[in-house]
């Protein structure tokens, strides 16, 4: 398949006391499959909340400013990376892919919608990967995809992800209001059997392989993948 000549700009995104080699395998997954599927990649791993280096407690703070403040563009993270993107990207063309993990997917979120609002990208996908839930704005809900960890059973297993909220009030005609639990959820949601726990959706070694050989990061960009299928 030949590769377009116009690339996809992907930048993974970093979460709370993060390695800096963290993204190395997702990184060289991701642009083989891409290029594979005729898309040329050009990948940058940011981190929004800054490394493993710094203060656990001050990137948890951080994290919690970018959830809480409903449509309202992001306090810290997301602003972090709108300020590491803002330059470069009004000179580049085509698709933007954001892929978040843990905190990471906020700062993603946020960041996309301040560079939309702002006419800087128009053609672009968000993925969260378990992260905290951020209240999406309807007009991008399409536009955003949210993956979890789930046990045996199906079942949610992963905490950092019943953290937030997408819920809020609807109304239809003159019935009294109720409370949606998915109001402002990402337009698609899937749960992934990834084994171990919130940190290992990216793991592609021993003991993070099932018993049919799959290993976490080949399930989690194997979802990610199929969801940009109609996309890419």
């Not at 290029?35 to 703070?61: A, K, N």
């Not at 950092?160 to 005609?173: A, D, E, P």
């Not at 992934?192 to 290993?215: K, L, M, Q, W």
Request: charged fraction near 25%.
């Amino acid at each position: 398949m030949a590769v377009q000549s116009s690339p996809l700009h992907v930048y993974l995104l970093a979460g709370v006391k993060t390695t800096t080699c963290a993204f190395n395998a997702c990184k060289e997954k991701l642009e083989t499959q891409l290029r594979s599927e005729g898309v040329d990649p050009v990948i940058r791993v940011l981190f929004p909340y800054g490394d493993c280096s710094r203060s656990v407690i001050r990137q948890v703070l951080e994290v919690r400013s970018d959830l809480s403040n409903r449509m309202r563009a992001g306090r810290i993270g997301g602003r972090n990376v709108w300020e590491q993107l803002k330059d470069s990207v009004k000179d580049e063309e085509g698709r933007f892919l954001l892929i978040g993990h843990s905190g990471g997917g906020a700062a993603a979120y946020q960041a996309a919608k301040m560079l939309e609002e702002n006419g800087m990208i128009r053609d672009f996908r968000v993925v969260q990967v378990g992260s905290p839930r951020t209240p999406i704005h309807p007009r991008l809900q399409d536009k955003v995809s949210y993956f979890h960890s789930i046990d045996r059973d199906g079942k949610q297993n992963d905490p950092i992800t019943r953290i937030g909220t997408w819920g809020g009030w609807i109304r239809k005609g003159r019935s009294v209001p109720r409370w949606s639990r998915f109001k402002y959820a990402p337009g698609y949601v899937e749960g992934i059997p990834v084994i171990g726990g919130h940190a290992d959706y990216f793991r592609n070694s021993e003991p993070f392989v099932d018993t049919e050989a799959v290993c976490n990061l080949d399930k989690t960009i194997g979802r990610v993948g199929a969801w940009l299928k109609g996309w890419l």
